[in-house]
Every structure is written in structure tokens, then in C-alpha cells.
């Protein structure tokens, strides 16, 4: 098993910056992808960024230049450095981690309890 804790969430402006963190514990070894999701109230969750074993990173296009996934070598902390945010990137943010080579909402078996973003115009 593997347990995920998010922090970093908080009220930024327009414009603004945050950096969000994951920390894991566990199982840790087993890990081979992890991943940042979000999800606004009454839409549908997605993935914001990713990384796999080998450091490759996915970002969606929404946040793409904006933001950066990274992850320290020992897979024990995830990070999410958010800049440029805007009001759109209001959600909440969740932390997942995958045994398979790509972490995926259908795909990954950890999950964190999520930190709350808010974006003000």
C-alpha cells in the first residue's frame, strides 16, 4: 500500500504562483508513475501532469509552459510548481500514483485526499 498526502493548496490571485507537494509513504518502491489531477465542482476529473520513471512528463494543454510536474529521486515527494494561474484553474487538486508505467484516472491505484486551489480574478 502507498499513502498520499497533498498540501500546498491555497488563495492566490490571477497571476499568481503556488507550489503543491506530495509526499508518499508506504510502499513506495512499487511506484513507477505519479501525477497531478484536478477537478472543479460539476466537471469531470483530469490529469494535469504527469511523470514516469524514467523523468518523461506529460502536461495537458490547458496548463502546458505554465506549469512543472517533478519528483525527487527517491519517490518520495511530487511537486507542482503552478504558475501564471488563472480562475479557470480553480479545483481541487489530487495526487496519484500508479504501479504501471502511466499514471491514468482508470490507471492509478493511489490516491491522495486532494488540496483545494482557488484562483481569484
Known amino acids: 500500500q502507498v499513502q498520499l498526502v497533498e498540501s500546498g493548496g491555497g488563495l492566490v490571485q490571477a497571476g499568481g504562483s503556488l507550489r503543491l507537494s506530495c509526499v508518499a509513504s508506504?510502499?513506495?518502491?512499487?511506484?513507477?508513475?505519479m501525477g497531478w489531477f484536478r477537478q472543479a465542482p460539476g466537471k469531470v476529473r483530469e490529469l494535469v501532469a504527469r511523470?514516469?520513471?524514467?523523468?518523461?512528463?506529460y502536461y495537458a494543454d490547458s496548463v502546458k509552459g505554465r506549469f512543472i510536474i517533478s519528483r525527487d529521486n527517491a519517490k518520495i515527494n511530487l511537486y507542482l510548481q503552478m504558475n501564471s494561474l488563472q480562475p479557470e484553474d480553480t479545483a481541487m487538486y489530487y495526487c496519484?500514483?500508479?504501479?504501471?508505467?502511466?499514471?491514468?484516472?482508470?490507471?492509478?491505484?493511489?490516491w491522495g485526499q486532494g488540496t483545494q486551489v482557488t484562483v481569484s480574478s
Open positions: 508506504g510502499s513506495i518502491f512499487s511506484i513507477n508513475s
Open positions: 511523470i514516469t520513471s524514467d523523468g518523461s512528463t
Open positions: 496519484a500514483a500508479t504501479n504501471r508505467p502511466r499514471v491514468t484516472i482508470a490507471q492509478s491505484e493511489y
